[in-house]
């Protein structure tokens, strides 16, 4: 070991000798007390304080005489040392190739990097004071010995190599192709080089910072390239002899290889331009493929393969666009032809068409769809779009519907009359809640939901009427369903309909009750007293002789309500009405269960065999063509005889099965008058809604272009139903003459709000 005052020469042999044992042979080991011998050296080399060629204090040096010197002696000598080191390398690794090349390269960057390692630590002393000094000095090609040995490594080993057809970055694209067309390589070989070019990028304003700048130009920049142009060959090739759905799963497989490279040996940094070059060639390039095959993959149900076309086309911008319209396309052509098979199957047409069989066709076909969103497109909200736009299509215009627009909505209205019906098969058969709650999924669609409203009312009011409701629970269940979609607005008389029902059996109980003392009152008697203005319900527009049976009670009970409630007008409904007849002509005592024009018409019998139907007509006061149907359904039920025109007998024969005797079935007339009583009720309601909501807009607004409130209007009615220009137009004429707005003076489509 020299001594503290030995001079350069001297030092640096003793530490050279030391320095290339550490870089050379370190597996044969260092011993302590020669690392601690040479760390002495270098040490008393740096904070000597004897001169070499000089007399004179270096400018700021002070008192710390040339210590300055030591450190750039030493430090330059350690270049000389590892361009001599690297040269031995680069002189071996000429002859080299692939993958025996970077096995060399590998085995010695591992060396290399270890001792420099120890070496760093050998010249602490030279870091800490003397390369920190010419830093702060602003020497920015001083570094401390670690970088330094790698700057050397970088510009007299790497460059050299790279610089020969990029012999290194060569080696390892040739390895990850061999790797993609399935043969196994060496991924630690693979990664040790990989990291080499990462630790070799320097940030020379902060040292300690890493620079990915020698692995970006060295091997991601032609990485990218050469993946680029191998997928570009492979999508080609592969696409030429095999299907869609086929290249749908090579290029699932391929893009998740490519990330899982990533992850074995390749920097993170380039997993995102690596990700996007990949969604580039292998979607991007064939997507027009794609969305053209979408239309048989949904044909054929291809669940699996829809998802991957999915998840493929969602990674690319505006991918899913052409395939949301499609399905748009796809399920408003399958929601037709459903209702379309319907119709042929049916012989009669639309207009007997089955209300339970047309839900059920456009459950169906939304039920599939719905669930290919779920399933294939993972309920994403732009196709979840195009399934409702399609539904609202198919709902509202099919063959059914033809071109009115109120055929859906009563038909559902009719389903749903259907479920909540007593002796409903498919209430007792299945769920009655899931039933309504699909009731619900097609109620979302339909555009014009007052027409839905009118006619479940008249419905719900029927039901209520006869008291074949399957249960208030699911009536209950079925309204909240409505006010949660729709508002409290819009079930309002629906509810009001179930409280009168519950005061009529209050009233009833209260008139029995007062009228328990009179002798005479051995009918038994129960009343509805329904409001007019939440009943759709109205008055028969026929006279109607009440008959002397019951009389009584008429008179009895209008003298009680009236004492109970002055000022209010009943209107009997006699239409609605039912009684029940006591066969005392019979061997067999029957029942006769009928509609009150039914009762007149029988009780006509006390006193008579046989009645000419216009001896009816003037004891009934019925019109003639009502009366007839009522005289039909009494002769098929064989309680009367009609041998001779116009002219009815008792059948002093009838017989039956059953005691209680149903007669009371719906005429015709009544069926047909219902619906179109119920589509001028929805007319007369939609004029004073849109005029209302004229009127709330003006009131707002104060002055408005006609086109702006027209858009306006629409668009807030829309919830409800569709609401048509010209009627609008008409709605405006009316206010104007009302004079609820006026036209501002001097403009043509200007209307002012009049307070």
């Known amino acids: 070991m020299p001594p503290a005052t030995a001079d350069l020469a001297t030092t640096w042999a003793f530490l050279e000798e030391g320095v290339d044992h550490i870089m050379t042979k370190l597996q044969t080991g260092v011993s302590y007390s020669k690392y601690m011998s040479l760390y002495t050296v270098a040490y008393n080399y740096c904070t000597s304080s004897r001169m070499h060629n000089t007399t004179t204090d270096t400018v700021g040096q002070g008192s710390r005489t040339g210590a300055n010197l030591m450190g750039s002696d030493l430090y330059n000598n350690l270049i000389r040392y590892f361009i001599t080191h690297l040269k031995l390398l680069k002189d071996q690794s000429d002859s080299l190739q692939d993958e025996a090349l970077l096995r ?15 070496i760093n630590r050998l010249f602490t002393y030279l870091n800490r004071h003397w390369v920190k000094r010419e830093r702060d000095e602003g020497r920015k090609g001083v570094y401390p010995v670690y970088t330094l040995a790698l700057v050397q490594w970088k510009s007299n080993f790497f460059l050299h190599v790279q610089s020969k057809h990029t012999k290194l970055a060569g080696a390892i694209l040739r390895l990850i192709e061999r790797q993609r067309n399935g043969e196994t390589i060496d991924q630690g070989l693979v990664k040790k080089v990989v990291d080499s070019f990462v ?61 899982d490279r990533v992850d074995r040996y390749l920097n993170t940094d380039t997993r995102k331009q690596l990700v996007s070059k990949c969604e580039h060639v292998l979607i991007r390039q064939h997507s027009d493929l794609m969305w053209e095959s979408f239309q048989s993959l949904l044909d054929f149900d291809k669940d699996e393969d829809l998802q991957r076309m999915y998840a493929l086309l969602s990674r690319i911008p505006e991918g899913l666009e052409p395939l949301r319209k499609k399905f748009e396309e796809h399920v408003k052509k ?20 089955d209300p339970k069989a047309y839900v059920d066709a456009l459950l169906e076909v939304h039920r599939k769809n719905s669930e290919t969103v779920s399933r294939s497109f993972r309920g994403e909200a732009g196709f979840v779009a195009s399934l409702d736009k399609a539904c609202r299509e198919f709902v509202n215009r099919n063959s059914a519907t033809g071109s009115s627009t109120t055929k859906s909505p009563e038909l559902l209205a009719k389903h749903a009359d259907m479920l909540l019906r007593k002796n409903n098969k498919m209430a007792e058969e299945e769920d009655l809640e899931g039933a309504l709650n699909r009731v619900m999924v097609l109620f979302k669609y339909i555009e014009d939901k007052d027409v839905f409203q009118t006619f479940y009312a008249t419905k719900l009011s029927k039901r209520l009427i006869h008291g074949v409701s399957a249960s208030d629970e699911s009536e209950a269940s079925m309204i909240s369903k409505l006010k949660e979609a729709c508002g409290f607005e819009y079930t309002n008389k629906l509810q009001r309909m179930f409280t009168d029902m519950s005061l009529s059996k209050d009233l009833t109980d209260q008139f029995k009750e007062r009228m328990a003392n009179h002798e005479d009152m051995d009918i038994n008697f129960s009343i509805m007293v329904l409001g007019t203005n939440f009943w759709p319900l109205s008055a028969p527009n026929n006279d109607f002789i009440i008959p002397p049976e019951i009389l009584p009670t008429y008179d009895r009970f209008s003298k009680y309500y009236q004492t109970k409630h002055s000022g209010r007008k009943l209107t009997w409904l006699w239409n609605y009405s039912k009684n029940e007849l006591r066969t005392n002509y019979l061997n067999q005592k029957y029942i006769l269960m009928t509609s009150s024009y039914q009762m007149s018409v029988l009780l006509q019998y006390n006193k008579h065999d046989t009645l000419s139907l216009e001896e009816l007509i003037t004891a009934t006061a019925i019109s003639k063509d009502i009366l007839s149907q009522v005289l039909t359904l009494l002769v098929k039920a ?87 220009i010209p009627d609008i137009k008409k709605a405006i004429d009316t206010l104007l003459e009302k004079e609820y707005i006026e036209r501002v003076d001097g403009t043509r489509d200007t209307f002012a709000y009049v307070a």
Not at 104 to 114: L, N
Not at 209 to 228: I, M
Not at 334 to 350: I, M, N
Not at 702 to 708: G, I, L
């Open 104 to 118: 060399y390269y590998a085995g010695e960057w591992d060396r290399y990097t270890t001792g420099a390692n120890y």
């Open 199 to 259: 630790s070799l990028g320097l940030d020379e304003s902060d040292i300690n910072k890493a620079s990915l700048d020698v692995y970006k130009e060295h091997l991601e920049t032609p990485f990218l390239d050469a993946t680029e142009k191998y997928y570009e060959q492979e999508s080609e090739a592969f696409l030429a002899e095999s299907s869609v759905s086929d290249y749908l799963k090579k290029a699932e497989e391929r893009l998740k290889e490519e990330e």
């Open 334 to 353: 399958a929601g037709l032809a459903a209702v379309a098979k319907l119709l042929g199957e049916g012989s009669e047409g639309a207009d007997s068409l």
């Open 638 to 724: 064989k309680v009367l005889i009609n041998e001779e025109t116009d002219q009815y007998d008792l059948n002093p024969n009838f017989k039956s099965k059953k005691i209680r005797v149903n007669l009371n079935q719906p005429i015709k007339a009544e069926v047909k008058a219902e619906s179109s009583e119920v589509l001028k009720t929805v007319d007369e309601d939609r004029k004073y809604v849109i005029q209302a909501t004229i009127v709330r807009i003006m009131k707002a607004r104060k002055t408005m272009k006609n086109q702006p409130l027209i858009q306006e209007v629409i668009s807030q009615i829309s919830q409800r139903f569709a609401p048509k």
